[in-house]
């Protein structure tokens, strides 16, 4: 499976911003796929995973009720919709997938795709 992600961009803070991950093959449905992140100086951190058949979502605890995933597997594709944008919420956005896994994705990454740049001013 390869990942490509979209959608990053510099936004004012209390923005909005869509992120969305297009996968190939024809497995995507068999992925549960989520979204990390990684601030400068800081270690990559879980942000928002849904299960491979969209039966159940999870989130960190920082993101809850801002943010929301989403996927659609006609499309291959993944999303992550963030509100009310802060500035600590500014990193590198990556999407992942692992097969058949739970929405925490707590057990390894099968695949990354590459990031994409979120910048939250002031």
């Known amino acids: 499976v390869q990942l490509q992600a979209s959608g990053g961009g510099l936004v004012q803070a209390g923005g909005s911003l869509r992120l969305s991950c297009a996968g190939s093959g024809r497995t995507f449905s068999e992925y549960t796929m989520g979204w990390f992140r990684q601030a400068p100086g800081k270690e990559r951190e879980f942000v928002a995973g849904?299960?491979?058949?969209?039966?159940?979502?999870t989130y960190a605890d920082s993101v809850k009720g801002r943010f929301a995933i989403s996927r659609d597997n006609a499309k291959n594709t993944v999303y992550l919709q963030m509100n009310s944008l802060n500035p600590e919420d500014t990193a590198v956005y990556y999407c992942?997938?692992?097969?058949?896994?739970?929405?925490?994705?707590?057990?390894?990454?099968?695949?990354w795709g590459k990031g994409t740049q979120v910048t939250v001013s002031s």
């Open positions: 849904i299960k491979w058949n969209g039966g159940s979502s």
């Open positions: 992942a997938a692992t097969r058949y896994s739970s929405s925490r994705l707590n057990n390894g990454v099968d695949y």
